[in-house]
């Protein structure tokens, strides 16, 4: 992907939300279960920020998480 679209992306996805997210915003975000998002973030699919027993997650992680996967889909043999 291009770095300017890249940019672009970030400025475009999720505006109406927080820089810092809830597990159970990206549970909104992505239309996932909160269940999926804890196993996603156990298992680092999506970086999670150190808050104590609170589990915190950057808009960031999650655009990445995004575009991650959908070029995946794109490589991806079908």
């Given amino acids: ?11 475009m996805l999720f505006r ?3 820089d810092v997210v809830s597990v159970e915003d990206v549970s909104k975000m992505l239309d996932l279960s909160t269940k999926k998002v804890y196993q996603m973030v156990k298992t680092k699919q999506i970086a999670k920020l150190p808050c104590g027993r609170i589990i915190k997650i950057t808009k960031a992680s999650v655009i990445n998480f995004v575009l991650q996967s959908a070029q995946e889909s794109d490589n991806s043999p079908v």
């Fill in 1 to 11: 992907m291009r770095k300017n679209k890249t940019k672009d992306m970030y400025r």
């Fill in 16 to 18: 109406s939300y927080p």
